[in-house]
């Protein structure tokens, strides 16, 4: 992939399925997210392939008939690398790589590329790099053509030992030592984490990309790096915010997507711990995007895999001044009405309702709905620190007086 600051993009075409689990539509949609993780990490998508097939094809994803169809078209366009949608497995990505000769990146290896390109600080690049070995291990024999070979010379006469297996034990020293490197940096942190007093804790949480950073710069009143692109934010930010007369710590985490890595999942285990650690959750959503419900439920099961689901929550549904719902005219009596048609009042008439789902709606943006934000996290963070300070009750500021 191409580094930060390169201007040319790389040309690359993308390959998704439909199947049983996983409709036209929903196809297209997945799609949709590869291209804008493509242009994220430095990629050009000059055309996508989809093939209907009940279930990925074992050898090459998908059918002889359309890989020749995507290795004709990469052979006329100079196209340097086909993106797949799922995570292949290593005889997969070997053999459409002997057939379209040309670099084959899968889903799981595109995110962890721009995980590299956005890794800021040295702990961030050392989590990365964790999780890029875990990936590369069990592909070094797709990767390297020459490791087949055995190793020669002095002391190395007999059985010897192939340079695959030489490869494997460099890959695995190295991942045992970033281990440890980072095992060191999470009793560090622990140790920050501890020494941040009795404050209330509050977690930004979310899909990536729905303003979280935006929000936590007009919330602190700093200036956490935010841009419309996937994973802008990689490494924890934590401020101090005072709403009223009331302190609590704000934390802003890396944002969630489907399909996450499990090597990302493990290797970000101390950021995550931010989010396991919070008091209070707040549950990012952009509301503009068509499928945010899908987005609710990929973030609720990664807390729910990191142990963090049953924590108190506030779903903040942002960028309602980029929201605009379908509309059907008045004389189309063949159109039925779907969720895409709701306008925000009706949204927020239907699960958003209900008495255990706490919601405000803003644009971070635009700063609209700011004030009744304020209130509701101040309500939130005063039962909290109430509850744990019985005996050192904050009075309401006399904005926030009912």
């Not at 087949?148 to 991942?175: A, K, L, S, Y």
């Not at 609710?296 to 549904?317: C, G, H, R, W, Y």
């Not at 048609?341 to 609209?368: G, P």
């Not at 004030?371 to 101040?378: A, D, H, P, S």
Request: charged letters at 30%.
């Amino acid at each position: 992939m191409l580094e930060k600051n390169t201007i040319e993009y790389e040309k690359a075409v993308l390959i998704g399925l439909i199947t049983q689990q996983q409709d036209e539509d929903k196809s297209q949609e997945y799609l949709d997210e590869l291209e804008f993780l493509a242009y994220t990490a430095g990629g050009e998508v000059l055309k996508r392939f989809v093939q209907k097939m009940e279930k990925p094809d074992s050898k090459t994803f998908i059918g002889s008939g359309k890989m020749e169809e995507v290795r004709e078209f990469v052979e006329a366009n100079d196209v340097g690398t086909a993106i797949f949608d799922d995570e292949l497995s290593p005889a997969q990505q070997k053999n459409i790589e002997r057939i379209l000769k040309c670099k084959v990146v899968d889903r799981t290896y595109l995110i962890l590329d721009i995980f590299a390109q956005r890794a800021q600080t040295s702990y961030a690049r050392t989590q990365v790099e964790l999780a890029q070995y875990e990936y590369l291990l069990p592909r070094l024999t797709g990767l390297w053509t020459h490791l087949e070979r055995q190793r020669g010379g002095i002391g190395m006469r007999g059985p010897g030992e192939t340079e695959i297996e030489t490869d494997r034990r460099i890959v695995r020293d190295r991942i045992s030592l970033l281990k440890k490197k980072i095992k060191k940096i999470d009793k560090q942190m622990e140790v920050q984490r501890g020494n941040r007093g009795a404050l209330v804790r509050v977690a930004l949480v979310g899909y990536t990309n729905v303003g979280k950073s935006t929000l936590m710069n007009v919330i602190s009143k700093s200036e956490v790096f935010a841009e419309n692109k996937l994973f802008a934010t990689l490494d924890t930010t934590v401020r101090k915010v005072v709403i009223g007369n009331l302190p609590f710590l704000l934390s802003d985490t890396v944002g969630f997507i489907r399909k996450l890595p499990t090597q990302l999942v493990e290797s970000f285990k101390s950021t995550l711990d931010e989010v396991r650690e919070a008091d209070l959750l707040l549950h990012v959503v952009d509301i503009s995007h068509s499928s945010f419900e899908d987005h609710i439920a990929s973030v609720n099961q990664i807390l729910d895999e990191i142990k963090s689901a049953d924590k108190p929550t506030l779903m903040v549904f942002n960028k309602i001044d980029a929201y605009e719902p379908e509309t059907i005219d008045e004389d189309d009596l063949i159109t039925e009405k779907t969720k895409a048609h709701f306008t925000l009042k009706e949204w927020k008439q239907t699960w958003m309702q209900r008495e255990n789902v706490d919601a405000i709606f803003i644009s971070a943006l635009n700063k609209e709905n700011l004030e009744e934000f304020r209130k509701t996290v101040y309500d939130a963070v005063r039962d909290i620190h109430v509850t744990r300070f019985p005996y050192n009750n904050f009075l309401y500021p006399e904005e926030y007086v009912e």
